[in-house]
């Protein structure tokens, strides 16, 4: 049991390239999400998908776009990189159903925009 | 709307004193909050989540929240700080929306011999 696992950990992009970072969870969670960590101000949200086949828009979500693949898998695209997207990426997920709303987050990916 | 505040950046302790890390929240009705720790280049771990049962709540590795709804805190200690504490924490808020968290700023901890 992997848990929420993302790939890459690690990326350099010059500013206008694209990459897709990947998330999988073997979890059977229903809902899966994409923060973005930047200092001094915790995580915030980029998008989230809700059950599968659904997306919706975070706190930040401008320059991004999301794909729910499957219930497993939730990808997050930079079509454009900018200076302003270098930030350590957590990919989560949570079960729906309870009041519990605890969520389990990825290793992260640490991209750098040049 | 529902909104955290941790009020140190960062907070300092030797080895074997007390933890207290703060946080007051701002919900317009009986929330679910939460702690977690992150460790340097790790992922976020739960430490301990209150969601209305028993105020006093406990967590992984001794550590410990009580939620005062009078004055609007959930606050973490610990009473014998370890060298492995040492790590940055996020005090969070369910948001009401559809199963959104919302994040403090975060208090990284330091522990010295």
């Known amino acids: 049991n992997a848990g929420v696992t993302q790939t890459p950990k690690f990326q350099v992009l010059k500013t206008g390239q694209s990459m897709t970072l990947q998330c999988a969870q073997d979890?059977?969670?229903?809902?899966m999400y994409w923060y973005r960590q930047d200092p001094g101000m915790g995580l915030r949200l980029i998008y989230y998908?809700?059950?599968?086949?659904?997306?919706d828009k975070g706190e930040v979500p401008n320059g991004y776009n999301v794909s729910r693949l499957n219930k497993r898998e939730f990808s997050l695209r930079l079509e454009s990189a900018a200076p302003s997207q270098t930030s350590v990426y957590f990919c989560a997920s949570s079960q729906t159903s309870g009041f519990s709303y605890e969520q389990y987050f990825g290793p992260g990916t640490r991209l750098t925009v040049t | 709307a529902q909104s955290v505040t941790q009020l140190d950046s960062h907070v300092s302790v030797s080895e074997g004193t007390p933890v207290l890390l703060r946080c007051n929240y701002s919900s317009s009705y009986s929330p679910s909050l939460f702690w977690y720790v992150q460790h340097p280049n790790k992922g976020l771990q739960l430490l301990l989540k209150?969601?209305?049962?028993?105020?006093l709540v406990k967590g992984i590795n001794g550590f410990e929240a009580e939620f005062k709804k009078s004055e609007t805190s959930f606050h973490l200690t610990k009473p014998s700080a370890h060298m492995s504490d040492a790590a940055e924490y996020f005090c969070v808020v369910h948001s009401g929306g559809y199963n959104k968290l919302i994040f403090g700023a975060g208090t990284r901890l330091a522990v010295h011999p």
């Open positions: 998908s809700a059950s599968e086949g659904t997306t």
């Open positions: 979890m059977n969670h229903n809902s």
């Open positions: 209150y969601t209305s049962a028993a105020t």
